[in-house]
T-cell receptor, first 111, second 113 residues
Framework: DADVTQTPRNRITKTGKRIMLECSQTKGHDRMYWYRQDPGLGLRLIYYSFDVKDINKGEISDGYSVSRQAQAKFSLSLESAIPNQTALYFCATSDYKLEQFFGPGTRLTVL | QKEVEQNSGPLSVPEGAIASLNCTYS??????FFWYRQYSGKSPELIMS????GDKEDGRFTAQLNKASQYVSLLIRDSQPSDSATYLC?????????????FGKGTSLLVTP
């Protein structure tokens, strides 16, 4: 079984809709991250969490929110999706060594 | 802004050759360095981590770190067509503070048969 899972894997939605991307991990790591990847822009950090009570904004948090429901679960929400949020979204986890392990990604299209 | 710079490529090498991928970073206090491989449409996969100056070898891969020059590289020996992918360099600005990683935009490697 995969150590880091993401649901859904693909999603097409319309402008203005609220959408939630979910991430679960069985690696036992405390630290979890959300990134988006766009062609030519690389991986950009949206939010990160070092434990259940700790949430931090990343480079591009505007338009996004997160919830750390448990050590193993970290969700990303788009409150009102817009077309420029069309991207590939990755969840990642790490331990104290900071080696990050990525989920398979969610391809999100906002029409 | 803590920058991590990579040549976007593509870097083209013949099968069996050594591929050399380079990365520079701006934060002199950086402590931890990572190389990831990413196939098109897939998630990044950790190849190597390096924390101290010098070389670290793992199979066909060697990571090299020079903190004085703020430079980290990845050598791939006996390159195979299956090594064709984008390679991402990632840097942690300060391990003790727990900062998240800064990623470069990646270098595209093409290994030709």
């Amino acid at each position: 079984d995969a150590d880091v899972t993401q649901t859904p894997r693909n999603r097409i939605t319309k402008t203005g809709k609220r959408i939630m991307l979910e991430c679960s991990q069985t690696k036992g790591h405390d630290r979890m991250y959300w990134y988006r990847q766009d062609p030519g822009l690389g991986l950009r950090l949206i939010y990160y969490s070092f434990d259940v009570k700790d949430i931090n904004k990343g480079e591009i948090s505007d338009g996004y929110s997160v919830s750390r429901q448990a050590q193993a679960k970290f969700s990303l929400s788009l409150e009102s999706a817009i077309p420029n949020q069309t991207a590939l979204y990755f969840c990642a986890t790490s331990d104290y060594k900071l080696e990050q392990f990525f989920g398979p990604g969610t391809r999100l299209t906002v029409l | 802004q803590k920058e991590v710079e990579q040549n976007s490529g593509p870097l083209s090498v013949p099968e069996g050759a050594i591929a050399s991928l380079n990365c520079t970073y701006s934060d002199r206090g950086s402590q931890s360095f990572f190389w990831y491989r990413q196939y098109s449409g897939k998630s990044p996969e950790l190849i190597m981590s390096i924390y101290s100056n010098g070389d670290k070898e793992d199979g066909r891969f060697t990571a090299q770190l020079n903190k004085a020059s703020q430079y980290v590289s990845l050598l791939i020996r006996d390159s195979q067509p299956s090594d064709s992918a984008t390679y991402l360099c990632a840097v942690n600005p300060n391990s003790n503070s727990g900062y998240a990683l800064n990623f470069g935009k990646g270098t595209s490697l093409l290994v030709t048969p």
